[in-house]
T-cell receptor
C-alpha cells in the first residue's frame, strides 16, 4: 500500500543554519508532493508543494526537490529562524483521487 | 482562519461510548478528509468524501464511520470507544476545481481539530 517515510524524526539547528528533511514514497504513480507545517497546538498548513513534472521549486527560504527515479523528495530551509520551529510533514498523493498520505513528521527546533 | 469549521473542539467521554464529530468545509469545497493525530504521532488518513460519495479509505477502524451530507458537511462517528482512540481528529477540505482526476491533488485546508479524550 501507499507509504511515506520521513527522516529525521527530530532536527535541531542553530539560527541561521540550513535544515533538510527527506521523504521517500512507495508508489511510483504518485504525482503531488506537499509539505505542511504544524506549529504547537495548531492545525497543519501548506508551506510548499511540487508536482511530478517539476524537479525543484523554491519560495524564498524554502525549497523542495524531487527525484522521481529514486522516489524521494526533500525540504530545504535556509537561514533558519526560531519561528521555523514546528513539526513538518511531507505527503504524497496518489493518482486518481486526492488521497494524501503523510509522513511521520519531523520536529524542527531552531535555537537562537 | 482556514474556513473549515470543526465541532466540538474538545470532547471527554468514557470507554464504550459513542461520539460524533462534525465538520463544515470551506464554502465551495466538495472534498472532505478526516485525519487522526495521536499524541506525538503523524497524521493518519481515515477517509475522504467527494460531493457526498466516499472516494478513498485509509486505516479507519470498523468502529468508525463517516458520511458527507448534501450540504457538504461531514460527520465522523466513533463508537465503542477505547482509550487508544484518544487523539486529535482533523477535518480538511479542498477545492473542486483542481481537475484532480487529471492533475492530482491540491492544497488541503485543515480545521482546528476536535480533541477527543477517552477515560
Amino acid at each position: 500500500g501507499e507509504n511515506v517515510e520521513q527522516h529525521p524524526s527530530t532536527l535541531s539547528v542553530q539560527e541561521g543554519d540550513s535544515a533538510v528533511i527527506k521523504c521517500t514514497y512507495s508508489d511510483s504513480a504518485s504525482n503531488y508532493f506537499p509539505w505542511y507545517k504544524q506549529e504547537l497546538g495548531k492545525r497543519p498548513q501548506l508551506i510548499i508543494d511540487i508536482r511530478s513534472n517539476v524537479g525543484e521549486k523554491k519560495d524564498q527560504r524554502i525549497a523542495v526537490t524531487l527525484n522521481k527515479t529514486a522516489k524521494h523528495f526533500s525540504l530545504h530551509i535556509t537561514e533558519t529562524q526560531p519561528e521555523d520551529s514546528a513539526v513538518y510533514f511531507c505527503a504524497a498523493a496518489y493518482t486518481g483521487f486526492q488521497k494524501l498520505v503523510f509522513g511521520t513528521g519531523t520536529r524542527l527546533l531552531v535555537s537562537p | 482562519d482556514s474556513g473549515v469549521t470543526q465541532t466540538p473542539k474538545h470532547l471527554i467521554t468514557a470507554t464504550g461510548q459513542r461520539v460524533t464529530l462534525r465538520c463544515s468545509p470551506r464554502s465551495g469545497d466538495l472534498s472532505v478528509y478526516w485525519y487522526q493525530q495521536s499524541l506525538d504521532q503523524g497524521l493518519q488518513f481515515l477517509i475522504q468524501y467527494y460531493n457526498g460519495e466516499e472516494r478513498a479509505k485509509g486505516n479507519i477502524l470498523e468502529r468508525f464511520s463517516a458520511q458527507q451530507f448534501p450540504d457538504l458537511h461531514s460527520e465522523l462517528n466513533l463508537s465503542s470507544l477505547e482509550l487508544g482512540d484518544s487523539a486529535l481528529y482533523f477535518c480538511a477540505s479542498s477545492a473542486p476545481d483542481r481537475g484532480f482526476e487529471i492533475a492530482g491533488a491540491g492544497e488541503l485546508f485543515f480545521g482546528e481539530g476536535s480533541r477527543l479524550t477517552v477515560l
